[in-house]
């Protein structure tokens, strides 16, 4: 179990990028929002009942995208860049001018294929190396004391960090990551939705319902 006194967590999935709209991109770093992404951003910036304590986003660019109303909203508050960007699980197979209907067919071959040690190749990461940046994130977390921590990420890395309070599991095994698998397919995170942490549990932290009702009407 993991001791925190604080913080508050809010989960700020980005808003809608040009891979979520089905355009091709150049790898899965670079894709910016889209118009619909950057209403999405403001909405979120402009939920926050008062001033967070630190502003976090991964280093892609639809995270930081995401995060700047709430930025330039709060300019006094710090801002820090965290290895919370999303699972790159395809590797080399998400390449240049792709898209995300193309990629299907190898993305399910991975998760069919149930290994958490297996790395794509490229840039890719393994299932238990997500498993392990969720752990990361949450000791990192841990070391703060009180306050709001506003995290712009991502849906998987959402969904992964959830699925791992929920479980308690640190070192997935196959069985495991199938259980992720239908975990992802049964808990969806609207782009811009906002989900909460709070102390306390057998893991450290509780995991708050999330909301989308900040954001516009589609």
């Known amino acids: 179990m993991i001791d925190v006194a604080g913080p508050r967590v809010w ?39 008062e ?21 330039d909203r709060f300019p006094a508050v710090p801002y820090e860049e965290w290895p919370v960007q999303e699972f790159t699980y395809l590797g080399a197979l998400h390449g240049p001018q792709t898209t ?14 149930a290994d958490p040690a297996y790395v794509n190749g490229g840039d890719g990461e393994s299932f238990q190396d997500l498993v392990v940046r969720t752990r990361v994130f949450r000791e990192r977390l841990a070391k703060r004391r009180g306050g709001l921590v506003a995290v712009f990420t991502h849906g998987l890395f959402m969904r992964a960090l959830m699925w791992s309070l929920l479980t308690g599991v640190t070192t997935p095994d196959s069985a495991a990551m199938a259980e992720f698998r239908h975990f992802l397919d ?5 782009n811009g939705a906002i989900v909460e942490l709070r102390p306390g549990g057998p893991e450290g932290f509780l995991v708050i319902a999330g909301s989308s009702a900040h954001l516009p009407s589609a």
């Open 100 to 113: 995300n209907e193309g990629r299907r067919p190898f993305a399910d071959a991975y998760w069919e294929r």
């Open 51 to 71: 001033a967070p304590a630190l502003i976090v986003s991964s280093t892609f660019v639809r995270a930081r995208e995401t995060a700047r109303p709430t930025i």
């Open 186 to 190: 049964t808990c969806a995170v609207p």
């Open 11 to 49: 989960l700020i999935r980005h808003g809608q990028s040009e891979s979520n709209a089905g355009l091709p991109t150049n790898g899965p770093g670079v894709a910016p929002l889209t118009e619909v992404g950057r209403a999405q951003a403001e909405s979120v910036a402009a939920a926050f009942p």
